[in-house]
Protein backbone atom coordinates (compact mmCIF):
# COMPACT_ATOMS: atom_id res chain seq x y z
CA UNK A 1 0.00 0.00 0.00
CA UNK A 2 1.64 3.32 -0.69
CA UNK A 3 1.69 5.97 1.46
CA UNK A 4 1.77 10.27 1.24
CA UNK A 5 0.60 12.44 -1.41
CA UNK A 6 0.96 11.31 -5.48
CA UNK A 7 2.55 14.20 -6.83
CA UNK A 8 3.43 14.88 -10.11
CA UNK A 9 7.62 14.69 -10.62
CA UNK A 10 7.90 18.76 -11.10
CA UNK A 11 5.64 19.23 -7.77
CA UNK A 12 7.64 16.70 -6.01
CA UNK A 13 10.79 18.44 -6.82
CA UNK A 14 8.89 21.86 -5.88
CA UNK A 15 7.85 19.57 -2.56
CA UNK A 16 11.75 18.92 -1.74
CA UNK A 17 13.13 22.38 -2.08
CA UNK A 18 9.96 24.10 0.04
CA UNK A 19 10.85 21.06 2.42
CA UNK A 20 14.50 21.07 2.95
CA UNK A 21 14.09 25.67 2.72
CA UNK A 22 11.74 25.57 5.93
CA UNK A 23 14.43 22.87 7.58
CA UNK A 24 17.45 24.98 7.33
CA UNK A 25 15.55 28.59 7.72
CA UNK A 26 14.59 28.18 10.83
CA UNK A 27 17.67 29.62 12.77
CA UNK A 28 17.77 32.54 10.87
CA UNK A 29 14.94 34.93 12.70
CA UNK A 30 16.18 33.34 16.12
CA UNK A 31 19.87 34.20 15.49
CA UNK A 32 19.70 37.17 17.60
CA UNK A 33 18.15 35.42 20.69
CA UNK A 34 21.19 32.81 19.95
CA UNK A 35 23.63 35.80 19.90
CA UNK A 36 22.19 37.10 23.56
CA UNK A 37 22.35 33.58 24.68
CA UNK A 38 25.71 33.63 24.32
CA UNK A 39 26.68 36.86 25.25
CA UNK A 40 29.07 37.40 22.02
CA UNK A 41 29.17 40.20 19.51
CA UNK A 42 27.60 40.23 16.01
CA UNK A 43 31.73 39.39 14.96
CA UNK A 44 32.40 36.75 17.20
CA UNK A 45 28.35 34.96 16.10
CA UNK A 46 30.18 35.60 12.61
CA UNK A 47 32.61 33.37 12.96
CA UNK A 48 30.59 30.79 14.72
CA UNK A 49 28.35 30.65 11.63
CA UNK A 50 31.54 30.61 8.96
CA UNK A 51 31.59 26.59 10.18
CA UNK A 52 27.98 25.72 7.84
CA UNK A 53 29.46 27.23 4.59
CA UNK A 54 32.74 25.63 5.11
CA UNK A 55 30.84 21.97 5.72
CA UNK A 56 28.71 23.09 2.27
CA UNK A 57 31.59 23.73 0.40
CA UNK A 58 33.36 20.58 1.38
CA UNK A 59 30.58 18.74 0.40
CA UNK A 60 30.15 20.31 -3.00
CA UNK A 61 33.44 19.28 -4.29
CA UNK A 62 33.54 16.25 -2.94
CA UNK A 63 29.39 14.31 -2.14
CA UNK A 64 28.32 13.85 -5.59
CA UNK A 65 30.13 10.47 -6.15
CA UNK A 66 28.96 9.43 -2.64
CA UNK A 67 25.47 10.26 -3.50
CA UNK A 68 25.79 8.44 -6.58
CA UNK A 69 26.45 5.55 -5.27
CA UNK A 70 23.97 5.27 -2.46
CA UNK A 71 21.05 6.58 -4.49
CA UNK A 72 19.04 9.58 -4.42
CA UNK A 73 16.11 8.69 -2.86
CA UNK A 74 17.73 7.39 0.16
CA UNK A 75 20.23 10.12 0.55
CA UNK A 76 17.36 12.24 0.50
CA UNK A 77 15.10 11.16 2.50
CA UNK A 78 17.53 11.01 5.66
CA UNK A 79 19.38 14.20 4.67
CA UNK A 80 16.51 16.79 4.95
CA UNK A 81 15.61 15.77 8.33
CA UNK A 82 19.49 15.37 9.33
CA UNK A 83 19.46 18.71 8.56
CA UNK A 84 16.56 19.57 10.69
CA UNK A 85 18.42 17.78 14.04
CA UNK A 86 21.66 18.95 13.08
CA UNK A 87 20.48 22.36 13.49
CA UNK A 88 18.49 21.59 16.47
CA UNK A 89 21.62 20.20 17.50
CA UNK A 90 24.06 23.49 16.58
CA UNK A 91 21.30 25.83 17.96
CA UNK A 92 22.72 24.14 21.71
CA UNK A 93 26.32 25.51 21.78
CA UNK A 94 27.42 27.53 24.39
CA UNK A 95 30.06 29.50 22.15
CA UNK A 96 30.47 30.36 19.05
CA UNK A 97 33.68 27.92 18.60
CA UNK A 98 31.35 25.32 19.60
CA UNK A 99 28.91 26.43 17.31
CA UNK A 100 31.25 26.51 14.41
CA UNK A 101 32.22 22.78 15.06
CA UNK A 102 28.31 21.78 15.42
CA UNK A 103 27.51 23.71 12.11
CA UNK A 104 30.41 21.81 9.88
CA UNK A 105 27.96 18.46 9.72
CA UNK A 106 25.12 20.78 8.96
CA UNK A 107 27.12 22.44 5.93
CA UNK A 108 27.75 19.26 4.88
CA UNK A 109 24.20 18.00 5.04
CA UNK A 110 23.17 20.78 3.16
CA UNK A 111 25.97 20.54 0.56
CA UNK A 112 24.63 17.16 -0.25
CA UNK A 113 20.69 18.41 -0.13
CA UNK A 114 21.67 21.28 -2.88
CA UNK A 115 23.54 18.50 -4.76
CA UNK A 116 19.95 16.37 -5.38
CA UNK A 117 17.27 19.04 -5.40
CA UNK A 118 19.46 21.17 -7.99
CA UNK A 119 20.76 17.44 -10.12
CA UNK A 120 17.17 16.46 -9.89
CA UNK A 121 15.45 19.54 -10.68
CA UNK A 122 17.52 19.98 -14.04
CA UNK A 123 17.14 16.55 -15.06
CA UNK A 124 13.06 16.51 -13.71
CA UNK A 125 13.34 19.64 -16.32
CA UNK A 126 14.15 17.70 -19.15
CA UNK A 127 11.96 14.67 -18.34
CA UNK A 128 8.77 16.92 -18.15
CA UNK A 129 9.55 19.09 -21.49
CA UNK A 130 9.29 22.68 -19.36
CA UNK A 131 11.49 25.03 -17.21
CA UNK A 132 11.00 24.60 -13.82
CA UNK A 133 14.59 25.18 -12.21
CA UNK A 134 13.19 29.02 -11.49
CA UNK A 135 9.63 27.98 -10.12
CA UNK A 136 11.65 25.44 -7.66
CA UNK A 137 14.06 27.96 -6.45
CA UNK A 138 10.99 30.01 -5.86
CA UNK A 139 9.38 27.33 -3.61
CA UNK A 140 12.79 27.29 -1.42
CA UNK A 141 12.33 30.90 -0.83
CA UNK A 142 8.64 30.27 0.08
CA UNK A 143 9.66 27.21 2.45
CA UNK A 144 12.19 29.99 4.00
CA UNK A 145 9.28 32.30 4.05
CA UNK A 146 7.40 30.17 5.89
CA UNK A 147 9.88 29.41 8.33
CA UNK A 148 10.91 32.98 8.73
CA UNK A 149 7.42 33.43 9.63
CA UNK A 150 6.85 30.70 11.80
CA UNK A 151 9.85 31.69 13.80
CA UNK A 152 9.05 35.13 14.31
CA UNK A 153 5.41 34.06 15.55
CA UNK A 154 7.35 31.44 17.52
CA UNK A 155 10.02 33.98 19.17
CA UNK A 156 6.73 36.32 20.32
CA UNK A 157 5.52 33.70 21.80
CA UNK A 158 8.36 33.41 24.18
CA UNK A 159 9.93 29.45 23.26
CA UNK A 160 13.34 29.48 23.06
CA UNK A 161 15.45 29.08 20.05
CA UNK A 162 16.59 25.26 21.07
CA UNK A 163 12.79 23.64 22.03
CA UNK A 164 12.02 26.04 18.46
CA UNK A 165 14.42 23.70 16.45
CA UNK A 166 13.98 20.25 18.39
CA UNK A 167 10.21 20.68 17.76
CA UNK A 168 10.95 21.49 13.54
CA UNK A 169 12.69 18.30 13.20
CA UNK A 170 9.32 15.79 13.67
CA UNK A 171 7.87 18.70 11.51
CA UNK A 172 10.38 18.55 8.67
CA UNK A 173 10.25 14.74 8.82
CA UNK A 174 6.57 13.98 8.26
CA UNK A 175 6.62 16.52 5.70
CA UNK A 176 9.12 14.29 3.94
CA UNK A 177 7.38 11.23 4.54
CA UNK A 178 4.37 13.03 3.17
CA UNK A 179 5.29 14.48 0.11
CA UNK A 180 8.55 12.15 -0.87
CA UNK A 181 7.67 8.93 0.31
CA UNK A 182 7.32 7.05 -3.33
CA UNK A 183 9.83 9.33 -5.18
CA UNK A 184 11.98 8.40 -7.48
CA UNK A 185 14.98 9.91 -9.02
CA UNK A 186 14.56 11.20 -12.63
CA UNK A 187 16.93 9.70 -15.21
CA UNK A 188 19.92 11.75 -15.96
CA UNK A 189 19.53 13.55 -19.09
CA UNK A 190 20.44 11.88 -22.70
CA UNK A 191 24.03 12.31 -24.06
CA UNK A 192 25.85 13.20 -20.18
CA UNK A 193 29.05 11.72 -20.63
CA UNK A 194 31.20 10.63 -17.33
CA UNK A 195 33.81 11.84 -19.05
CA UNK A 196 32.24 15.39 -18.82
CA UNK A 197 32.26 15.40 -14.99
CA UNK A 198 33.58 18.21 -13.27
CA UNK A 199 37.11 18.01 -11.60
CA UNK A 200 36.70 18.38 -7.64
CA UNK A 201 38.22 21.75 -8.02
CA UNK A 202 37.46 23.68 -11.96
CA UNK A 203 39.87 26.80 -12.01
CA UNK A 204 37.93 29.93 -13.61
CA UNK A 205 38.81 31.36 -16.64
CA UNK A 206 38.55 34.77 -16.86
CA UNK A 207 35.33 35.11 -18.44
CA UNK A 208 34.12 32.72 -15.35
CA UNK A 209 35.73 35.28 -12.93
CA UNK A 210 33.65 38.27 -14.90
CA UNK A 211 30.79 36.15 -13.88
CA UNK A 212 31.94 35.53 -10.24
CA UNK A 213 32.31 39.41 -9.88
CA UNK A 214 29.16 40.45 -11.48
CA UNK A 215 27.31 37.63 -8.63
CA UNK A 216 29.35 39.16 -6.04
CA UNK A 217 26.85 41.28 -4.42
CA UNK A 218 24.15 39.54 -5.00
CA UNK A 219 25.62 36.34 -3.35
CA UNK A 220 26.52 38.83 -0.40
CA UNK A 221 23.56 40.57 0.33
CA UNK A 222 21.37 37.22 -0.48
CA UNK A 223 23.61 35.94 2.44
CA UNK A 224 23.89 38.82 4.60
CA UNK A 225 19.94 39.13 4.90
CA UNK A 226 19.23 35.88 5.64
CA UNK A 227 22.61 35.94 8.16
CA UNK A 228 21.72 38.97 9.47
CA UNK A 229 18.56 41.23 8.83
CA UNK A 230 16.91 39.88 12.38
CA UNK A 231 19.90 41.30 13.83
CA UNK A 232 19.95 44.51 12.23
CA UNK A 233 15.87 45.06 12.60
CA UNK A 234 17.16 44.51 16.93
CA UNK A 235 20.00 46.64 17.10
CA UNK A 236 18.72 49.56 14.41
CA UNK A 237 15.42 49.68 16.13
CA UNK A 238 15.59 47.74 18.99
CA UNK A 239 12.50 45.92 16.93
CA UNK A 240 10.79 43.11 19.00
CA UNK A 241 11.42 39.35 17.90
CA UNK A 242 8.16 38.85 16.00
CA UNK A 243 9.07 41.99 13.99
CA UNK A 244 12.97 41.10 13.39
CA UNK A 245 11.66 37.49 12.43
CA UNK A 246 9.16 39.21 9.60
CA UNK A 247 12.73 41.11 7.98
CA UNK A 248 13.64 37.12 6.80
CA UNK A 249 10.21 36.48 5.60
CA UNK A 250 10.05 39.76 3.50
CA UNK A 251 13.04 38.79 1.90
CA UNK A 252 11.94 35.42 1.06
CA UNK A 253 8.79 36.07 -0.51
CA UNK A 254 9.97 38.67 -2.98
CA UNK A 255 12.46 36.87 -3.99
CA UNK A 256 10.16 33.72 -4.32
CA UNK A 257 6.99 35.69 -5.79
CA UNK A 258 10.31 36.91 -8.49
CA UNK A 259 11.63 33.50 -9.36
CA UNK A 260 8.49 32.65 -10.24
CA UNK A 261 7.93 34.88 -12.94
CA UNK A 262 11.41 35.27 -14.08
CA UNK A 263 11.60 32.76 -16.94
CA UNK A 264 8.92 34.50 -18.58
CA UNK A 265 11.15 37.91 -18.26
CA UNK A 266 14.03 36.38 -19.63
CA UNK A 267 12.00 34.53 -22.53
CA UNK A 268 10.78 37.90 -23.51
CA UNK A 269 14.21 39.85 -22.84
CA UNK A 270 17.42 39.69 -22.85
CA UNK A 271 19.65 38.06 -20.09
CA UNK A 272 21.41 41.71 -19.31
CA UNK A 273 18.13 43.68 -19.37
CA UNK A 274 16.61 41.37 -16.58
CA UNK A 275 20.03 41.85 -14.19
CA UNK A 276 20.09 44.93 -15.04
CA UNK A 277 16.75 45.52 -13.20
CA UNK A 278 17.16 43.43 -10.54
CA UNK A 279 20.42 45.19 -9.62
CA UNK A 280 18.29 48.29 -9.53
CA UNK A 281 16.31 47.03 -7.25
CA UNK A 282 18.79 45.28 -5.07
CA UNK A 283 20.70 48.76 -5.04
CA UNK A 284 17.70 50.49 -3.86
CA UNK A 285 16.94 47.92 -1.46
CA UNK A 286 20.30 48.50 0.06
CA UNK A 287 20.16 51.87 -0.06
CA UNK A 288 16.73 51.94 1.70
CA UNK A 289 18.45 49.50 4.32
CA UNK A 290 21.61 51.27 4.60
CA UNK A 291 19.56 54.93 5.33
CA UNK A 292 15.79 54.09 6.97
CA UNK A 293 14.76 56.04 9.97
CA UNK A 294 12.10 53.80 10.21
CA UNK A 295 11.61 50.26 10.72
CA UNK A 296 8.49 49.30 8.25
CA UNK A 297 10.57 51.30 5.64
CA UNK A 298 13.80 49.02 6.18
CA UNK A 299 10.90 45.69 5.68
CA UNK A 300 10.42 46.97 2.34
CA UNK A 301 14.57 47.34 2.14
CA UNK A 302 15.07 43.56 2.71
CA UNK A 303 12.20 42.92 0.47
CA UNK A 304 13.53 44.76 -2.38
CA UNK A 305 16.86 43.33 -2.05
CA UNK A 306 14.56 40.13 -1.80
CA UNK A 307 14.04 40.77 -5.47
CA UNK A 308 16.74 42.09 -6.78
CA UNK A 309 18.88 38.92 -5.82
CA UNK A 310 16.18 36.27 -6.98
CA UNK A 311 17.18 35.77 -10.49
CA UNK A 312 21.10 36.73 -11.00
CA UNK A 313 22.62 33.51 -9.77
CA UNK A 314 20.44 31.61 -11.96
CA UNK A 315 21.24 34.00 -14.99
CA UNK A 316 24.80 33.53 -14.34
CA UNK A 317 24.90 29.69 -14.42
CA UNK A 318 22.88 30.08 -17.53
CA UNK A 319 25.44 32.50 -19.33
CA UNK A 320 28.45 29.85 -17.88
CA UNK A 321 26.89 26.48 -18.76
CA UNK A 322 26.87 28.44 -22.79
CA UNK A 323 30.00 29.36 -23.52
CA UNK A 324 31.99 27.75 -25.61
CA UNK A 325 35.48 27.46 -24.64
CA UNK A 326 35.30 24.13 -22.34
CA UNK A 327 32.59 22.15 -20.96
CA UNK A 328 29.77 23.17 -19.91
CA UNK A 329 30.17 21.01 -16.72
CA UNK A 330 33.49 22.82 -15.97
CA UNK A 331 32.15 26.28 -16.17
CA UNK A 332 29.10 25.38 -14.00
CA UNK A 333 31.20 24.19 -10.95
CA UNK A 334 34.05 26.37 -11.58
CA UNK A 335 30.89 29.62 -11.21
CA UNK A 336 29.29 27.50 -8.30
CA UNK A 337 32.93 27.12 -6.63
CA UNK A 338 34.09 30.57 -6.50
CA UNK A 339 30.60 32.16 -6.02
CA UNK A 340 30.29 30.23 -3.11
CA UNK A 341 33.30 31.57 -1.07
CA UNK A 342 31.26 34.62 -0.29
CA UNK A 343 29.05 33.14 1.89
CA UNK A 344 32.30 31.68 3.46
CA UNK A 345 33.61 35.43 3.73
CA UNK A 346 29.89 37.12 3.70
CA UNK A 347 29.15 36.31 7.29
CA UNK A 348 32.38 36.87 9.49
CA UNK A 349 33.34 40.17 7.30
CA UNK A 350 29.99 41.81 7.52
CA UNK A 351 29.41 41.03 11.19
CA UNK A 352 32.91 42.81 11.95
CA UNK A 353 31.54 45.16 9.55
CA UNK A 354 28.54 45.85 11.59
CA UNK A 355 30.64 45.35 14.74
CA UNK A 356 33.15 48.34 14.54
CA UNK A 357 31.00 50.71 12.31
CA UNK A 358 27.59 49.75 12.89
CA UNK A 359 25.12 46.86 10.95
CA UNK A 360 24.14 50.09 8.50
CA UNK A 361 27.56 49.80 7.26
CA UNK A 362 27.65 46.72 6.73
CA UNK A 363 24.83 46.28 4.01
CA UNK A 364 25.96 49.78 2.58
CA UNK A 365 29.26 48.30 1.61
CA UNK A 366 28.13 46.39 -1.00
CA UNK A 367 27.09 49.73 -2.90
CA UNK A 368 29.84 49.97 -4.94
CA UNK A 369 30.15 46.26 -5.65
CA UNK A 370 26.64 46.86 -7.06
CA UNK A 371 27.65 49.42 -9.32
CA UNK A 372 30.28 47.51 -11.10
CA UNK A 373 27.67 44.91 -11.41
CA UNK A 374 25.04 46.54 -13.08
CA UNK A 375 27.98 47.70 -15.65
CA UNK A 376 29.47 44.55 -16.24
CA UNK A 377 25.88 43.14 -16.87
CA UNK A 378 26.62 42.36 -20.42
CA UNK A 379 28.30 39.24 -19.63
CA UNK A 380 25.01 37.31 -18.76
CA UNK A 381 23.99 37.81 -22.14
CA UNK A 382 23.20 40.20 -24.29
CA UNK A 383 20.51 38.28 -26.64
CA UNK A 384 17.74 35.93 -25.46
CA UNK A 385 18.29 32.32 -24.80
CA UNK A 386 17.48 29.73 -27.33
CA UNK A 387 15.74 26.79 -26.00
Not at 91 to 116: H, K, Q, Y
Not at 200 to 226: C, D, N, Q, R, Y
Not at 235 to 243: I, K, L, M, N, R
Not at 285 to 312: D, E, N, R
Request: proline residues 6%; contains cysteine; hydrophobic residues 55%.
Amino acid sequence: MSFGLHLSPARRVFASFAIYAFAMGNIFPRLGDVQHQMGVTTGQLGLGLIGAPIGTLFALTFATPFLERIGFRRALMVAIPLVALLYAIAVRAPNPAVLFVLLLPVGLTIGCVEIMVNTEADRTEYQVGFRIMNRSHAFWSIGFFSAGLYGAQVAAWGISPQLQLALNVPLVAAGVALCLWDYQPAPPRPGAMADEKAPHFAAPTAAILLLVLVTLPAMLLEGASMDWSAIYMRDVFTAGPFVAGIAVACFAASQATMRFFADGFVDRHSPAVVARFLFAVLGAGCVVVSFSPWPYLSLLGFAAMGMGTSAIFPLAMSAAAQRQDRGAVINIAALAQFSFLMFLLGPPLLGYVAQTLGMRTAYGIALPLIGVSLARAGALGRKRQAE
